[in-house]
Every structure is written in C-alpha cells, then in structure tokens.
C-alpha cells in the first residue's frame, strides 16, 4: 500500500471518530467537548418545518444547542455505518440515523426518530470539525411529539432544571 493510500484510510478513520465523538458529547451533555468539534461556522440544516439551514458562528451554536438541548434528561444519537467521502480537506459521512430525546420518564416525555445523517467537516491544524449537519427525517415514533418534547427541553433549560 503507498502512502497517499494508507493516509486516506487514516483520514476516513479519524473523520469517522470525529462524527462519533460529536454524538457521543450530545448525549453526555458535554458542551467543551461538542464546540471543539465544530469548525469556527457551522450550520445545522434539518427538515423540521420552520428550520431555514444558514452557518452561524460556534459560539451562536453553542447557545441555541444548550438552549434547545440543554433541558433533555437524556438523548440518544445512534448513526453506524458510515460512509465517509474525502476531498482534499473536506470530507462528508453519510450515516442512517435513529434518535431518541427524552424530558422524563412519562410515556408522553420521549420521542425518537430515524432517518439520515449528511455531515461535513474540514480539515484544520486542530483535526477534522464539523461544518455541516444535515438531517432527513424518514419517521418519527413514542407518545411525545418532537415539537412538544424541544419545547419542554428548552423551558427545562431556562428554569435551570437542564445540564449548564
């Protein structure tokens, strides 16, 4: 194997770790640890109605992330199978997607999701950072309602009652 070779293969490694890292801080709440793993603009881009995708700086992220998500008493991000592209110092993973997002323990506190992940990241001198989330839903399911359940998550948030 030459070495442009073997670096691609270490390169679709790390941006893999990069995305798993990025979920894995999600869901444990760890705000350090999901700014470090996004680039200096990024943008989350879903088809929630309402939701018009446009980059905003990581420090804007950041407070909409903990004010949206900060008040879930635990979520789930699972996405396996990822197909990783790279371009020079961009790359995207394509990933399928199951989610679930809970505010308690009640049947009407949960509500999950599947469908598919698209992510970008650019190469930096720090490592690979997101750029980019895009999310298609396929179907949701559980008694709460995802409107409903980010609704309760924020008010969680703003009372104090979520993860700082």
Avoid: C
Avoid at 60 to 77: D, Q, V, W
């Amino acid at each position: 194997m030459d070495k442009d070779a073997l670096q691609h293969l270490v390169d679709k490694d790390q941006v893999s770790d990069t995305v798993k890292e990025y979920f894995w801080a999600l869901d444990t709440f760890d705000w350090d640890s999901v700014a470090e793993l996004v680039a200096d603009e990024f943008m989350l881009d879903s088809d929630a109605p309402g939701a018009a995708p446009h980059a905003v700086p990581r420090d804007e992220f950041m407070r909409t992330l903990k004010a949206r998500n900060g008040g879930f008493t635990h979520t789930i991000h699972i996405n396996p199978d990822h197909l990783v592209t790279i371009d020079g110092d961009v790359a995207t993973v394509r990933a399928h997607m199951w989610a679930a997002h809970s505010v308690g323990e009640e049947p009407g506190d949960t509500f999950w999701g599947y469908g598919m992940y698209e992510i970008e990241l650019v190469r930096t001198p720090d490592g690979w950072r997101l750029t980019r989330q895009k999310i298609t839903a396929v179907g949701t399911g559980g008694d709460g309602t995802p409107p409903d359940v980010f609704a309760r998550s924020a008010q969680r948030q703003a009372a104090g009652l979520g993860h700082p």
